[in-house]
């Protein structure tokens, strides 16, 4: 049977749909008030540029030259025995990563579902087992749209929602840095002042781990997302423009996330900047938002819609999350799609079960990937493609075989960030975590 191939407009949204998730509305605008506004910006934008972009050409190139599942692509692209071997290897890796990442995912999720039907009014605030509920409820909708296969599901869900998340989010935005002044002394131009203004004395060391580790999570990396999405990309389009699209717009989202939540908590909150310094990631989306958005005019309709479009950028996530072991599972143990999906279900929901109960799990399994396994994938994508698959079979691919004149200098580049900047820059962070651990 023909492998499913995404339409050009299709591989955009659905990987930037992998890529716009949590990471960019609730952890993107805490970290850009806590590291000096724009100068944390700029910081990103230069990993995002010299690291990130050129591991998701390496990732992607692994997919599409493969066309097949994470587990496998390394091993097909590779000759030598122990290559091969390795290649398994760090393909099994590649289906755990996102198959934990789904478990503990879900959860947020979750409350995701439980904070819109909150701000809709329909439900009070529950306890364990009502997290229990939501976090099944999120999990079914990701199932059923996997369910649907790559086009009909995927694609067809991307194809929407991307762009009324984008709608969305940007209308939030925009009321959000028009809010009259309340009397506490700030204004939403402020929250804008705060955010653009670039303060390089807050830029440490330290901000540079977070943006780099804030880019890996935000752009998938290292998951094994990019490499099944870029298994079902179109081998004519051109892998160097998607992969840049999609950069810059999970950028971009990021950005106008930022001016969603910074402006309002300035417009509505007495002390804005002790409000943002003191409330990390979720906190800020789940404890100060649900205040902010009630303070406002229309505030109620705002509030609902805001987490509606949580729900949706979580959900066009945890679909990237749930495909990786169901592509592994169809292909490799031939398992019928529906089979794979509800097996995948049920490990995610009983790890996620334990992380409803005990948050400490969730923080550990958030830790365990995003720190170690992801960074680990990256190294592992770049290291094959700079070093085993090596500069024609790139160069071969960026031009999609032959089809697109591409300039070998700029395949040299893109190859040369690949061999050695992106591994040695994320080798540098893994090894400072591992130091800062002893
Ligand atoms: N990029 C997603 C976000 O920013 O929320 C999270 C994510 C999706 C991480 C898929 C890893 C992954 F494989």
Redesign the pocket.
């Known amino acids: 049977m023909e492998r499913d191939k995404f339409s050009r407009f299709g591989a955009l949204v659905v990987i930037a749909g ?7 509305i609730w952890r993107f605008p805490y970290m850009v008030a806590t590291n000096g506004g724009a100068a944390f910006i700029l910081l990103y934008i230069f990993f995002v540029l010299i690291i990130c972009l050129p591991v998701m050409v390496a990732e992607l190139s692994i997919g599409r030259r493969s066309r097949c599942n994470a587990y496998r692509a390394l091993d097909k692209l590779s000759s030598a025995p122990a290559a091969k071997a390795a290649g398994r290897g760090f393909g099994l890796m590649y289906v755990l ?2 198959t934990l ?1 789904l478990s503990y ?1 879900c959860v947020i999720g979750g409350s995701t579902v439980d904070y819109f039907l909150r701000a809709c009014g329909i439900t009070a605030h529950g306890g364990n087992g009502m997290q229990l509920l939501w976090t099944l409820i999120f999990l079914l909708l990701t199932a059923a749209v996997v369910a649907g296969g790559v086009k009909g599901g995927i694609e067809k869900f991307s194809k929407i929602m991307m762009p009324l998340l984008f709608i969305i989010v940007l209308l939030i935005a925009l009321r959000s840095a028009t809010l009259p002044a309340t009397g506490s002394g700030w204004t939403a131009r402020d929250g804008l002042d705060f955010m653009f203004r670039p303060d390089f004395s807050k830029l440490g060391f330290k901000s540079c781990l977070a943006a780099l580790g804030q880019a890996f ?4 990396i290292g ?3 990019l490499m099944t999405y870029g298994s079902y990309v179109n081998p004519k389009d051109k892998l160097f423009k998607t992969a840049g699209e999609i950069a810059f717009f999970d950028l971009l989202f990021a950005i106008i996330a930022g001016c969603a939540v910074i402006p309002a908590v300035f417009a509505l909150e007495a002390d804005p900047v002790n409000v943002l310094a003191n409330n990390t990631d979720s906190r800020l989306v789940f404890n100060i938002l649900p205040e902010v958005f009630p303070a406002m005019p229309l505030g109620k309709l705002i509030g609902a819609v805001f987490f509606f479009s949580l729900i949706l ?2 959900l066009t ?1 945890s679909i ?2 749930m495909e ?1 072991p169901v592509s592994y599972l169809t292909e490799e143990k031939k398992l019928s799609r529906p089979l794979a999906v509800a097996l995948v279900f049920v490990v995610a929901i009983a790890i996620g079960s334990a992380c409803t109960l005990r948050g400490q799990v969730l923080n550990a399994l958030d830790a365990l990937c995003a720190n170690w396994l ?1 960074p680990l994938g990256g190294i592992a994508a770049t290291v094959f493609v700079g070093w085993i698959m090596g500069f024609d079979e790139l160069h071969d691919e960026l031009s999609s075989r032959g089809l697109h004149k591409t300039g070998k200098l700029s395949s040299r580049i893109i190859h040369l960030l690949i061999r050695y900047i992106a591994p040695i820059g994320v080798l540098s962070v893994f090894l400072t975590q591992f130091f800062n651990l002893l």
């Open positions: 992998s890529a716009v998730g949590l990471g960019n990563i996102p990442i995912y999570f935000s752009l998938s998951s094994g997302v950028a979580a996530s990237s999350q990786v992801m």
